[in-house]
């Protein structure tokens, strides 16, 4: 009776030993480095951050209208009425009431894309992307003004690689950029960017990582201008998520940070955020019906005292 064991005792030690040996299998389990997966293009590193922080903020009223006429080309109708801030050397916000109306048409193809808009007061604005390879896209955005110096164009060449990206920029002014960005494990990837203004005579050199998982999303940058941005994404469930973000900048010594979240409902997406600069701003999208969505837009900023609401509509 005494060498006996119990059938419990036996048990909990056939769990442990399988436990044990999971472990040492998951510790000893090699990295495959021949195939990492491919790194989200080095301009996007923030974008889940960007997503909760930076919504679309706006003040007075708004309405989308969007109109297909067949499964590639669409025609839009935008009016926008609210007030445009002034520049002013005093610490309170000069406002003057302003209305205009954009006209655009839209052609998508899996393989090129095609945006157009021309807007009341003169202004043209363009995007294109064009898939030229499987690896290679060539992207460019372009506005035209009346304004002086005021009208610009960017190209962008994006090959992306099997575990990795790459991007080669050129725009007007002679501005000339380059990026590349590289899985190094299944969650961690890092690259660099380096970029040449020559109407301004300016140059910069910067690093970036970010580390990413099915839970969160971790993301560092800093420049040789003097800038520092680190972001942080918490996905609590597949509709909510939490984020923060730090800015600073060493030659201003000017520090932000912020923490905001997102939230999908049913039927809406619930989107905010408050930073240190005492700014809080809250961004509503339901849906009332098949192609009819509601939109409030709230942005508080108590330090400057600044207050602006926005409400739209939006169809098609």
Known sequence: MAGMV????????????????KKINDVGKKVDFMNLPCPIPYEELHREALMSLKPELFEGMRFDFTKGLNQKFSLSHSVFMGP???????????????????????????????IGRVLTDGRLNARVKCDLTDDLTLKANAQLTNEPHMSHA????????????????LG??????????????????????VFWAGQHRKSGLG?????ETDKMVATGQVASTGMVALSYVQKVSEKVSLATDFMYNYMSRD???????????????????????GCAAAFLEERLNMGLNFILSAELDHKKKDYKFGFGLTIG
């Open 84 to 114: 445009m801030e002034l520049p002013s050397q005093s610490a309170e916000t000069i406002k003057i009431p302003t209305a205009h109306y954009e006209f655009g048409a839209n052609f998508i193809d899996p393989k090129l894309m095609l």
């Open 207 to 211: 690093y970036a990582g970010r580390y």
């Open 6 to 21: 119990p059938p419990g005792t036996a048990m909990l030690g056939e769990a442990s030993a399988a436990a044990s040996a």
């Open 255 to 277: 520090v932000t940070a912020s923490v905001g979240y997102d939230y999908i409902l049913r039927q809406a997406r619930l989107r905010g955020k408050i930073d240190s600069n």
């Open 154 to 169: 960017m190209f962008n060449f994006d090959f992306k690689g099997k575990d990795y990206r790459t991007q080669l920029q």
């Open 172 to 193: 007007n002014g002679a501005l000339f950029g380059a990026s590349y960005i590289q899985s190094v494990t299944p969650h961690l990837s890092l690259g660099g960017e």
